[in-house]
């Protein structure tokens, strides 16, 4: 199932729900024939449809809207945190090409902040699905939330077959006594590429699928590193804000120190070109982060990143 | 003063400006008498006063006892630090006590600079300018959506309009074809501490709003007669939005104060609040010697 076919079936089963999208359909083509008036395009105006999503919202409808993730959380961001953040209504943020997703576009596009700025926002709840099964398994529990969400879509498939989501819940993929790695979204591929590599290594390894970055599951953490000598953080995210600092977080909370190794932006915007080599321009690959991890190099094979099937 | 039922159900009727006036001058009282202790945005409480009475006396189906009804008329008052005037007018009409107003900017009420949904007949919070245009589109689609007969009003204010995101509003409101949403303009003409035509010129505001394709109608926001005439032709064309230009006076009703740009926000001593409250009268010229506050 795709993430259009979800929303169309819980869409037309439930009259709450209003689809909206600041002139980006590339992931509900279908949806304005079906919806009828249900679907609102405002154009161009990120600010427009977040303060209308709102008003929508306090007429009792489920506003799903869309829109590519840096404008969507950058633009609109003073929106999202006045007009649904302050009054906790239930707007579910759906923000496209987050992260490296947004490839050849430039840093214009990046939305690398996003996970940082938006789980600072009161009541707002952050999600991050590994791939298409991943986000369809999610969804539905975000949107029947009574709280705002934002989502960053990630459509990608992968042969990865996910639980059920349990919201607040991180999924455990692995455990492992020397590393565990936590990641969240496209890169949970590339995670589980360094996975086989470090285990075939000989190392015991840990992969934590976070899916919910707020809340986060501090269970899933604590435990990670009771059991790790090592903690990996893999994110297409600034190094601030996002996983490395929650990890820091909790573990402060929790008066706990780990041996922690980010993989992340470090005060930087990604190189632009097509998606595969971003990922590796970057180090991001599953070969490049199990080698930094290891301390050397290995004769394994990267399988192919396949590119992205959406240019906006 | 008529109780607040039977000022109700006289709604849809023609009214005596004398009731409204009456009102108008009680709420001017209540202005006055925040205007101390902390203080409040005065001028820009005075201009939007008569248009607030009007609307919540006379032209919306919205009453205390239809506060959660869904088919209610709205009000968003997105100029926000006008909000004495609203809280004012809710005393006056019974939606709060009006021993209520004695809180203001108590930290055991909710009674602040701007408008927040702890008061009852708050439908937003407001401060952030250009916002509540939009959240006014999404009540206003919403009722389009349901076939729903509700009135929408958004009062903004004149400076206000400087943000981008009023006229991204207008647009889509004109694109969904919202005749059930109506902008209204405190037109008074200052924001902040300047005048708006010496800081970034509105006129021909009126050309505006055609040009992004809302019906305007253009009146004296002091004068009942001509709110009246203005609100009665709503919805002002079918399939487009409806936009008042109320030309109003900041600080109207105190001489003293009227139309000057240093007497935005006004904190006056208990002294000057018993002088103000006679010049309101017409009984009294006031020697204002407390601070102003300059932001600009």
């Known amino acids: 199932m795709s993430y259009e076919e979800l929303l169309t079936e819980l869409s037309l089963a439930d009259e709450r729900f209003v689809v909206m999208t600041a002139e980006n359909r590339a992931l509900i083509r279908n949806l304005p024939q079906l919806l009828g008036k249900r679907f609102i395009d405002t154009g161009i105006t990120e600010q427009t449809m977040i303060g209308a999503a709102a008003g929508l919202a306090l007429r009792n409808r489920i506003p799903v809207v869309h829109a590519l993730a840096s404008f969507l959380s950058m633009r609109a961001f003073e929106f999202i945190r006045t007009d649904a953040g302050i009054p906790a209504l239930p707007v579910k943020l759906s923000a496209f090409i987050p992260g490296l997703l947004s490839d050849a576009n430039g840093p214009t596009h990046q939305a690398i902040e996003d996970v940082s700025i938006m789980r600072g926002i009161p009541n707002m709840t952050v999600f991050a699905p590994a791939d298409e099964d991943d986000m369809v398994k999610m969804m539905p529990a975000i949107w029947s939330s009574p709280k705002p969400a934002y989502t960053r879509i990630n459509t990608r498939k992968t042969s990865y077959v996910h639980e059920p989501f ?34 075939s290594e000989g190392l015991s390894v ?25 903690i990996v953080t893999l994110e ?72 992205p099937q959406f240019a906006e | 003063m008529q109780p607040i039922n039977k000022l109700n159900n006289m709604q849809n009727n023609i009214r005596d400006n004398k009731d409204l006036e009456a009102i108008a001058l009680n709420v001017r009282e209540h202005i006055i008498k925040m205007s101390t202790d902390g203080g409040c945005f005065t001028g820009a409480s005075l201009s939007a006063v008569d248009m607030i009475v009007y609307l919540y006396a006379e032209f919306l189906n919205l009453h205390k006892d239809n506060l959660t009804d869904p088919e209610r008329d709205y009000l968003f008052l997105s100029k926000g630090h006008d909000v004495p005037a609203l809280y004012g007018t809710f005393a006056e009409l019974g939606l709060i006590e009006k021993e209520r107003l004695a809180n203001h900017l108590s930290i055991d009420d909710h009674i602040y600079w701007h408008p927040n949904i702890h008061i009852p007949g708050i439908e937003f919070h407001s401060g952030s300018l250009g916002h509540l245009p939009s959240v006014a589109i999404g009540v206003a689609m919403d009722i389009k959506i349901r076939g729903g007969a509700n ?18 509003a207008v647009m889509v409101a004109n694109a969904y074809k919202l005749d059930n949403l109506i902008f209204v303009i405190d037109r008074n003409k200052f924001q902040a501490n300047m005048a708006t035509e010496d800081l970034i010129p509105l006129e021909p505001l009126h050309n505006k709003f055609t040009a992004f394709g809302a019906a305007v109608s253009r009146i004296d926001g002091h004068d009942f007669n001509e709110l009246r005439r203005a609100f009665e032709k709503y919805p002002f064309a079918e399939g487009k939005l409806n936009v008042v230009i109320a030309d109003t006076i900041r600080g109207k009703g105190l001489p003293s104060i009227q139309a000057r740009a240093d007497r935005w926000f006004c904190n006056f001593s ?14 009294n010229t006031t020697q204002l010697t407390s601070e102003t506050l300059v932001v600009r």
């Open chain 1, 236 to 307: 297409d995210h600034f190094l601030t804000g996002g996983l490395y600092t929650i990890v820091a977080e909790v573990l402060l909370k929790h008066q706990k120190t780990a041996r922690v190794l980010p993989f992340a932006l470090n005060e930087k915007w990604f190189k632009p070109a097509l998606l595969p080599a971003v990922v590796e321009h970057e180090g991001f690959s599953g070969k490049q982060v199990a080698e930094t991890i290891l301390g050397y190099q290995t004769n394994h094979i990267q399988p192919e990143i396949l590119k």
């Open chain 1, 206 to 230: 840990g992969l934590i699928n976070m899916r919910s970055l707020k809340p986060v599951d501090e269970q899933a953490i604590l435990n990670a590193v009771d059991q790790s000598e090592l």
């Open chain 2, 151 to 168: 009135k929408v009003v958004c009062i903004m204010g004149d400076g206000e309009l400087n943000e981008g995101s009023c006229w991204e």
């Open chain 1, 166 to 199: 349990t919201p607040g819940k991180a999924e455990v993929i692995e455990q492992g006594t020397d590393v565990t790695i936590l990641t969240y979204g496209l890169l949970f591929e590339q995670a589980l590429i360094a996975t086989t590599i470090l285990k």
């Open chain 2, 270 to 283: 208990a002294g000057e609040v018993e002088q103000l409250l006679l010049e309101l009268h017409g009984e």
